[in-house]
């Protein structure tokens, strides 16, 4: 059975920093294409970043470029997604999802919140 | 970056009817089009890729249709568990980008 488990939301200042974590099983992590999918209160949902089976592909949304950075471990089965310079527009649930070759979230994890306020 | 839309914005249904979602991409997408279903507190689930490909495990009342820039999710007889707001993800292009959702209540 297919289990994300996301890890490292909680409460940060604006301009601040975190890194949340997805820990994977259940599947052979390093022959998927891995993502981020964010769900602000009440709002719809949103794609973050996607980064591909050996890392050598990494997408961003406009709104994040240069601030989040998507990784991976392969070893490790856990995907990785560093939020700098946080704003409060990036409150929201943020899931890992794995995602197909042809770029579609098969499965997910269960989210873990981010809170961006001062 | 290609805008979906998603019409209607709520529906209100009863066990048992059909009900239709439509799904509208600014640009020729192909097929390359998803459904989704979310239900409260929950993470979304993966119906239908590729515009008609049922997800493994999905109940065969779930179908999806159309290509280009204009597609459908149906249900062919709503089922209790089936209330919950879906969403249509195309991945013709980065950025992927989802519709706005639709809700389907109890009527």
Known sequence: EVQLVESGGGLVQPGGSLRLSCAASGFTFSSYWMSWVRQAPGKGLEWVANIKQDGSEKYYVDSVKGRFTISRDNAKKSLYLQMNSLRAEDTAVYYCAVTTVTQYFQHWGQGTLVTVSS | ?107
Not at chain 2, 43 to 56: D, E, F, H, N, R
């Open chain 2, 1 to 107: 970056d290609i805008q979906m839309t998603q019409s209607p914005s709520s529906v209100s249904a009863s066990v048992g009817d059909r009900v239709t979602i439509t799904c509208r991409a600014s640009q020729d997408i192909t097929s390359w089009l998803a459904w989704y279903q979310q239900k409260p507190g929950k993470a979304p689930k993966l119906l239908i890729y590729a515009a008609s490909s049922l997800q493994s495990g999905v109940p065969s009342r779930f179908g999806g249709s159309g290509s280009g820039t204009d597609f459908t999710l149906t249900i062919s007889s709503l089922q209790p568990e089936d209330f919950a707001t879906y969403y249509c993800q195309q991945a013709n292009s980065f950025p992927l980008t989802f519709g706005p959702g639709t809700k389907v209540d109890i009527k």
